[in-house]
């Protein structure tokens, strides 16, 4: 049970408001300042990791698709917007994680995305 409680301790502290966005998309003063400090990248060379890393998804993808941890949506909520014909399921340990991610999707209006709060590590 302290793993589950380290991990959640973990979510409250990074995703109950922007940093999470800020850190991961190294837009904010203080998501800046991980992206140097433990990624050790600027807001050009994050960028282009993100890009190189969505960069799999085919334009016209179809399929299904899972994506895990969604965290807060902000990196693939913009992406699925271009893939109404996807099955998109979006898995996350964090109910308030998936909350904003959730949020994200909805004022986006994808209809093609569901969200199921999870451990991936205990999937059926």
């Known amino acids: 049970m302290e793993r589950k409680e380290t991990i959640r301790g973990a979510y409250r502290?990074?995703?109950?408001?922007?940093f999470y966005d800020g850190m991961i998309t190294c837009s904010t003063l203080s998501g800046k300042a991980v992206c140097r400090l433990v990624w050790a990248m600027n807001k050009a060379e994050c960028d282009a990791y993100l890009e190189k890393a969505l960069s799999g998804i085919p334009d016209d993808f179809s399929g299904k698709l899972l994506e895990v941890p969604v965290g807060t949506g902000i990196l693939t909520m913009p992406v699925y917007q271009t893939m109404p014909k996807a099955d998109i399921t979006c898995l996350d340990y964090s109910p308030d994680m998936m909350k904003q991610a959730q949020e994200k999707a909805d004022r986006l209006h994808l209809k093609n995305v569901t969200f199921r709060q999870g451990d991936v590590g205990a999937l059926q």
């Open 13 to 18: 502290m990074t995703g109950e408001s922007s």
